[in-house]
C-alpha cells in the first residue's frame, strides 16, 4: 500500500509577504491554518513543515506539528519538500505531496482527488485547480490560471489571462469568465469549466520529485515567475484535479485581511451550529 507523505514548505523571508508562515490570521498564525486544512485531506499518513526558520519550527511545534529544518537558500518551495522527502525517516513515502503554506482554504475533495491520482498511477504528478468566477480574478496577475485538457491533462499556466475566450470578447467586450457558476463553465452548458484558478498542492511520485527538482533553468518558468513551467516544458506530465469551495491562497496585506474575514465568518458559523 503507498503511503503519502504531505509537507508544507514555509519560508519565513516572502518576498511579496515578509513573515507570511507566521502572519495573524484571524488569531492563528497563517502555517496554522494551512496545517489544519492539510490534515483534512483523506489519503495522508504523515504532515510535516518544511522551513528555514528555528522560529517558524518552534511556531509549529507549539501547535502539535512537526517540522523539519532545511537549507536557507533552495530556490523553490519543491526544493524544501524534496530535502524534506529524502530524509531517512522518509523513504518508505511513495506518495509526497507539496501542500503551499499559504493555501489555508484548499478544498480537501480536489487534494485528495490529485493525490489519488498519484497514488493510481494515472499520472506521475497531479494538482488541483477551482473555476474562476470572476472577470477580475481572471485578469489578475497575481491568480494563476491553467488549461486543462479534456483528459485532466494541464496545457499550460500562465499569471495572463487564459484561455481568450474570442466569441465572447466580439460580442461582449470581455474575454473571461461572468461573475457566478454559469459564467466559469463552458457557455453555461454544465461541461467541465475553462477558467479554472490553479491551487497551491502537487502531489508527486517520489522519481517524479526528484525528477523535477533536477531540471534544468526554463525560459517559460523565467519569464512567468511559475516553476510548474519548467516541468510542462521539459515534457512532464501534471494531471489537474477538479475542486470547488476553497479561495485564493495569502500571498499579500490585502490577501491577508480578506482570509482573516473568511476564518472569522466560518468560525462564528461553526459555534452556533452552521459550520463544518
Known amino acids: 500500500m503507498t503511503r503519502v507523505l504531505c509537507v508544507l514548505p514555509a519560508r519565513l523571508g516572502s518576498r511579496r509577504l515578509p513573515r507570511k508562515p507566521l502572519r495573524d490570521v484571524a488569531g492563528r498564525p497563517l502555517i496554522r491554518w494551512s496545517w489544519e486544512a492539510a490534515r483534512r485531506v483523506p489519503g495522508i499518513d504523515e504532515i510535516r513543515v518544511a522551513t528555514d526558520s528555528r522560529e517558524v519550527a518552534e511556531a509549529v511545534e507549539s501547535f502539535g506539528g ?5 537549507d536557507p537558500d533552495h530556490p523553490t518551495g ?3 519538500v524534496a530535502e524534506a522527502a529524502g530524509r531517512p525517516w522518509a523513504s518508505d513515502f511513495g506518495v509526497v505531496v507539496n501542500f503551499q503554506a499559504d493555501e489555508p482554504f484548499l478544498p480537501p475533495g ?10 493510481d498511477g494515472r499520472a506521475p504528478v497531479a494538482t488541483v485547480a477551482e473555476p474562476l468566477e470572476s472577470e477580475e480574478r481572471w485578469r489578475s496577475p497575481d491568480v494563476v490560471k491553467v488549461v486543462r485538457a479534456s483528459d485532466g491533462r494541464a496545457l499550460y499556466f500562465s499569471r495572463a489571462p487564459i484561455p481568450y475566450h474570442r466569441e465572447r470578447m466580439e460580442r461582449h467586450g470581455d474575454g473571461g469568465p461572468r461573475d457566478g457558476p454559469r459564467g466559469a463553465r463552458d457557455g453555461g452548458s454544465g461541461r467541465p469549466p475553462v477558467f479554472l484558478r490553479h491551487a497551491g498542492l502537487y502531489a508527486f511520485r517520489r522519481e517524479a520529485l526528484r525528477r523535477w527538482t533536477k531540471l534544468p533553468d526554463s525560459r517559460l518558468e523565467a519569464a512567468e515567475g511559475l516553476e510548474q513551467l519548467r516541468a510542462l516544458e521539459a515534457g512532464m506530465e501534471i ?8 479561495a485564493p491562497g495569502v500571498d499579500t496585506p490585502a490577501d491577508v485581511e480578506r482570509a482573516a474575514r473568511r476564518l472569522e465568518r466560518t468560525n462564528h458559523s461553526a459555534g452556533n451550529g452552521h459550520g463544518c
Not at 512537526?66 to 532545511?70: D, G, K, N, Y
Open 78 to 80: 519543491t526544493d524544501r
Open 239 to 246: 494531471h489537474v484535479a477538479l475542486g470547488s469551495g476553497g
Open 66 to 70: 512537526r517540522a523539519e529544518l532545511t
Open 110 to 119: 480536489g487534494a485528495a482527488d490529485a493525490v489519488q491520482a498519484v497514488v
